[in-house]
């Protein structure tokens, strides 16, 4: 079976060179361990932070070992009376063709009619969550409210765009590319900027929504961090979900110049990590489940084949070639 390894640690934007593709062999499960293969594995922006040497909310991923992340996978034989061959699986043995791993360290997948297993690393799974728990937890739009969004096109983006219009709120969401703009034109999204070809960030935002927005959600920091500040209404709600505009970054970034806004406008900003959400996974499940069988909630995907190809997926997370979500395809 095939994995791929850390191979060195990167400073700044990940290559080819800083990923190792190695072979291992399996063993055969042994009481209470189950082996499974993988059929996609996602690929993720926090797992650049994983790369660094440093504490985090979890720990950094070790040079020359088997890297990690979301994965869904098929059960192939089971020492395990909990699953049995052909169970469909939730794990976080990624970046690997198949695994042996204790049952307790896997999640069966609930069977949700018409959606993919895929879809449990995108909008079902941990993306999906992370837009659904940020937005109404922190963010607490109401009708009628206007919601700015960065990195729209992207999973946990796109779903926070829709999310929002089924509260009933005008939504602003910018992205890379003018196919991405178009994609979430036609997924209703009240207004959709190219950020990379608009004149002015700022100018262009200010004229899709001239009284300004109550909810940013911000998935870039940097540049769009400042625009919401300041086009924040009093009492907007910025919730951080992530600045991968920084994740990179080889020299310490500049704040944003105007957060003082925060104090004249009575703005909350506030952080969060989606595990912290995790005891709204049921619930969470059951709404965007009901939203995807009404269709009112579409994703994409952008799929590359096979595990030799995980790094290019990986780093193409930071150069915006995917839309929706960005997952490796391995059996
Ligand atoms: P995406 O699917 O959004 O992929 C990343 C996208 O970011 C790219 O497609 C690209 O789109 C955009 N991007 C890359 N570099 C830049 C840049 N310098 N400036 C602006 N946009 C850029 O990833 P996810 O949906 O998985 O994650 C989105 C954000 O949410 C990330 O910041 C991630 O870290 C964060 N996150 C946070 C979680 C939490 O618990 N707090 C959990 C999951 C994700 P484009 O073409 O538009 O530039």
Redesign the pocket.
């Known amino acids: 079976s095939r994995e791929i390894h850390l191979k060195s640690r990167p400073a700044g934007t990940p290559t080819q060179a800083h990923f190792e593709l190695a072979t291992v062999e399996l063993p055969a499960p042994s009481a209470g361990e189950v082996l499974v293969k993988n059929l996609y594995m996602s690929v993720?922006?926090?797992m650049r932070g994983r790369m660094y040497d440093r504490p985090s909310y979890v720990p950094p991923f070790q040079v020359g070992e088997v890297l990690q992340g979301g994965a869904v996978g098929e059960v192939v034989s089971s020492n395990d009376p909990g699953f049995k061959p052909g169970d469909l699986v939730n794990s976080m043995f990624g970046w690997r063709e198949a695994y042996v791993a204790p049952g307790s360290a896997l999640q069966k997948l609930p069977a949700i009619e018409g959606v993919p297993v895929q879809a449990f690393l995108g909008i079902l799974g941990?993306?999906g969550l992370?837009a659904w728990s940020g937005l109404t937890q922190i963010g607490e739009p109401k009708d009628g409210d206007t919601v700015f969004v960065?990195?729209g096109?992207?999973?946990?983006?796109s779903a926070v765009a829709q999310i929002a219009k089924i509260k009933g709120c005008t939504v602003v969401a910018?992205?890379?590319?003018d196919e991405?703009v178009a994609w979430l034109r036609s997924a209703g999204i009240d207004h959709a900027i190219n950020?990379k070809s608009a004149p002015s960030l700022l100018g262009a935002v200010r004229d899709a929504v001239p009284k300004g927005i109550d909810v940013y959600f911000d998935?870039?920091g940097?540049e769009?961090l400042e625009v919401a500040l300041e086009l924040a209404r009093p009492f907007a709600r910025l919730v951080e979900?992530?600045?991968?505009?920084n994740y990179n970054a080889t020299e310490p970034v500049e704040g944003p110049r105007n957060i003082m806004y925060i104090v004249g406008k009575s703005l909350k900003m506030q952080g969060?990590?989606?595990t912290q959400f995790a005891g709204l996974q049921t619930q969470f499940q059951a709404e965007m489940g009901g939203w995807i069988q009404q269709g009112k909630i579409r994703w994409e995907e952008t799929i590359f084949d096979g595990i030799a190809k995980a790094p290019d997926a990986f780093i193409g997370?930071?150069s915006?070639s995917?839309t929706?979500?960005?997952l490796v395809k391995l059996a």
């Open positions: 993720d922006p926090y941990m993306p992370t960065s990195g096109a992207g999973a946990v983006g910018t992205a890379g590319t991405k950020y998935n870039v940097g769009h979900c992530g600045m991968i505009a969060f990590i989606v997370l930071f915006g995917n929706g979500k960005m």
